[in-house]
């Protein structure tokens, strides 16, 4: 699958962008590299890719293709929010901690409103509660938009039924609804489910459709399901500066992304990588999995000999930011069994050191 099967076992877990691209994207880009194309997105392989998502969302879709999950993001909650708008996003989304205030600034003010939740997602209830407070109040800013992220920031995921309340509460509001699904592809295998299900049939209006976290270089998809944000769309893409001149390079991606459902198979690599790991650390003395691992992020509580020497050995993971001892570890569509029994290999090692 991932082209590096000799390879020595990786030791990075810290992310899936620091994978590289599936050999597909990678000599898709060399195959469009020659001749010629129409240029910003009127190319028949942009065409393409658009007739390709409408088929996977089975309806018609508009697409923009945009480099970087934060533009694709930012782009879709400016189309849907005014200057005087309300985003409403969990304190542990995205957009609210590792976007720089771009959501701010490509809609020339909004305003990001946290509403907490267990796991990462939303609460319902308190969602609801927030969109009717000071509706028509000139004195502050309007509920504009909702925005979810699936998976979320720590691999939970939202169920059908949480997807379509959401919907309703967007619905009864008149507040647009986007996703941010830089891991829709991993959430969407295990939940195990139709891409519209997940999407606008529970009455989402954009998704952000991630492919660069797994196989892609750097290309990510605005899908509309709204047609009528599509012509504002097509300004602020462009005004933004994300209309990108050689859009096939991006289209080539995304083409190559979608055949024979590589974005699939890459998405239950990763997935299984992780249920791999976690059923490798469970029961380990000084390790503690915390939660379900649902996608193919796996959090854990490690002691700190662990720690340690999984460090001093060179592997690479983020720790101690969510708490004392506290470990993430990511894999992605190139995490093989062997990176995965390697570093357990290393647990055992210092669990076995600790017992003697």
């Given at each position: 699958m991932n082209g590096e099967s000799s390879r020595p076992p990786a030791l990075g877990f810290a992310s899936d962008n620091i994978a590289g691209a599936s050999p597909e994207v990678a000599q898709a880009m060399i195959r469009h590299s020659t001749g010629q194309a129409s240029a910003y997105g009127t190319d028949e392989l942009s065409r393409q890719v658009t007739l390709k998502l409408s088929e996977i969302f089975e309806r018609e879709v508009d697409v923009f293709l945009v480099p970087t999950g934060t533009a694709a993001n930012s782009l879709c909650l400016s189309a849907m929010t005014p200057p005087w708008g309300n985003i409403y996003c969990h304190p542990a989304s995205h957009i609210n901690n590792d976007e720089c205030g771009a959501p701010a600034f490509f809609s020339d003010g909004a305003k990001l409103m946290t509403v907490d939740g267990p796991s990462a997602k939303l609460d319902i209830a308190r969602l609801r509660e927030r969109t009717?407070?000071?509706?028509?109040?000139?004195?502050?800013?309007?509920?504009?938009?909702?925005s979810i992220t699936q998976a979320t920031e720590v691999g939970s995921l939202y169920n059908l039924d949480e997807i379509g309340a959401i919907g309703e509460v967007c619905k009864a509001n008149a507040l647009g609804f986007h996703m941010d699904g830089s891991r829709f592809a991993n959430a969407l295998v295990s939940l195990g489910c139709s891409p519209a299900q997940m999407t606008w049939k529970a009455g989402v209006d954009a998704l952000s459709f991630g492919a660069t976290k797994n196989g892609a270089l750097a290309a990510e998809a605005i899908v509309l399901f709204?047609?009528?944000?599509?012509?504002?769309?097509s300004?602020?893409?462009?005004?933004s500066g994300h209309l990108l001149s050689k859009m096939r390079f991006l289209s080539a991606q995304i083409d190559a992304y979608l055949t024979d459902d590589l974005w699939l198979r890459n998405a239950r690599q990763a997935n299984?990588?992780?249920?791999?790991?976690?059923?490798?650390?469970a029961g380990?003395?000084?390790?503690?999995?915390?939660?379900?691992?649902e996608a193919n992020i796996?959090?854990?509580k490690l002691d700190s000999a662990i720690i340690d020497a999984l460090l001093k050995a060179g592997f690479g993971f983020y720790h101690d930011r969510w708490g004392p001892n506290i470990v993430r570890f990511v894999t992605s569509?190139?995490?093989?069994?062997?990176?995965?029994?390697?570093?357990?290999?290393?647990v055992r090692g210092v669990v076995d050191m600790l017992r003697a």
């Open positions: 009717r407070e000071k509706v028509g109040d000139v004195h502050t800013t309007q509920p504009a938009c909702v709204n047609p009528a944000l599509a012509t504002e769309m300004y602020r893409r462009k005004r299984d990588a992780a249920q791999r790991l976690a059923r490798g650390l380990l003395r000084g390790v503690e999995v915390l939660g379900d691992t796996l959090f854990c569509f190139a995490t093989t069994a062997e990176d995965v029994d390697h570093l357990l290999s290393q």
